[in-house]
């Protein structure tokens, strides 16, 4: 009985850790990399994830690349005239010591454009993300059904590729 249930456990390890979905780089902790599931032609796709700092040090992440896409961008949303607008967060995203910023839709987020490829729901791709201080981390960014919507219309048209 005791090896059966030994046996068990060994066996259900891989597949626990397989379906774990937050990444850890230095003290950063990066929760369930997700995407929408793209439309046929979207030029541009959203990246979204939590990322938690629990060192007494702020980070920034930079940006990063993948190979899902021509270019992975940081993007920034406000809101003017009921109309949320995107700008690239040139100078990256901040992460505070002891804070926690979430990346979703119509807020902070990553921006994939021109996208190589379009995973169907429960599909995945990976993507490096880019740390000022904690270097590079790996991730999968996993394709969830569509997100809720942001509060207006988004304006991409300053996202046309190159």
Same mark, same amino acid.
């Given at each position: 009985?005791?090896?059966?249930?030994?046996?068990?456990?060994?066996?259900?390890?891989?597949?626990?850790?397989?379906?774990?979905?937050? #990444?850890?780089?230095? !003290?950063?902790?990066?929760?369930?990399?997700?995407?929408?599931?793209?439309?046929?032609?979207?030029?541009?796709?959203?990246?979204? $994830?939590?990322?938690?700092?629990?060192?007494?040090?702020?980070?920034?992440? $930079?940006?990063?690349? !993948?190979?899902?896409?021509?270019? $992975?961008?940081?993007?920034?949303?406000?809101?003017?005239?009921?109309?949320?607008?995107?700008?690239?967060?040139?100078?990256?995203?901040?992460?505070?010591?002891?804070? !926690?910023?979430? $990346?979703?839709?119509?807020? !902070?987020?990553?921006?994939?454009?021109?996208?190589?490829?379009?995973?169907?729901?429960?599909?995945? #791709?990976?993507?490096?993300?880019? #740390?000022?201080?904690?270097?590079?981390?790996?991730?999968? #960014?996993?394709?969830?059904?569509?997100?809720?919507?942001?509060?207006?219309?988004?304006?991409?048209?300053?996202?046309?590729?190159?």
């Amino acid at each position: 009985m005791i090896r059966l249930a030994v046996a068990s456990a060994l066996l259900a390890l891989p597949l626990a850790s397989a379906t774990a979905h937050d #990444f850890k780089v230095g !003290t950063l902790e990066l929760k369930h990399p997700w995407s929408a599931k793209a439309p046929p032609v979207a030029p541009v796709l959203g990246g979204y $994830l939590t990322i938690v700092n629990s060192g007494t040090e702020g980070d920034r992440l $930079l940006g990063g690349s !993948t190979p899902a896409a021509e270019r $992975l961008e940081l993007h920034e949303s406000s809101l003017v005239d009921g109309v949320a607008r995107m700008r690239p967060a040139r100078q990256g995203i901040e992460i505070p010591a002891g804070g !926690t910023v979430s $990346l979703q839709p119509g807020g !902070t987020h990553i921006m994939l454009v021109g996208p190589k490829m379009r995973p169907p729901e429960g599909g995945s #791709f990976k993507a490096t993300l880019q #740390f000022e201080k904690a270097g590079p981390v790996e991730v999968e #960014f996993v394709v969830q059904g569509k997100p809720p919507q942001p509060a207006g219309p988004e304006d991409h048209s300053g996202h046309a590729k190159p």
